[in-house]
């Protein structure tokens, strides 16, 4: 079993800051994906950044310059971080860790990202 549990989401005014995290945690073996997506009301889940084991990462083009991932090194890597600034309302929506792992993906409960004009 793999269990994925984020923290960090919240309220915040346009233009402020919050930091996302994702810890991981049960049988991992191999993990070769971290990352972040996203889904706002009515729309499908898209990508927001994903960090490979090797350190590639990849940022959908709405938050490049905007948002940075990161992992902890110091913690077998299990723990995936997004930082994220100058936030907009139209970054709203609930934001979900995810874990590939042998072909397999795997969800964290989500976090919900709400920025006020």
């Known amino acids: 079993q793999v269990q994925l549990v984020e923290s960090g989401g919240g309220l915040v005014q346009a233009g402020g800051s919050l930091r996302l995290s994702c810890a991981a945690s049960?049988?991992?073996?191999?993990?070769?994906?971290m990352g972040w997506y996203r889904q706002a009301p009515g729309n499908q889940r898209d990508l927001v950044a994903t960090?490979?084991?090797?350190?590639?990462?990849?940022?959908a083009d709405s938050v490049k310059g905007r948002f940075t991932i990161s992992r902890d090194n110091a913690n077998a890597k299990n723990t995936v971080y997004l930082q994220m600034n100058n936030l907009k309302p139209e970054d709203t929506a609930v934001y979900y860790c995810?874990?590939?792992?042998?072909?397999?993906?795997?969800w964290g409960q989500g976090t919900q990202v709400t920025v006020s004009s």
């Open positions: 049960g049988s991992l073996f191999r993990i070769n994906v």
């Open positions: 995810d874990l590939k792992m042998f072909g397999n993906d795997y």
């Open positions: 960090m490979t084991n090797s350190g590639n990462t990849n940022y």
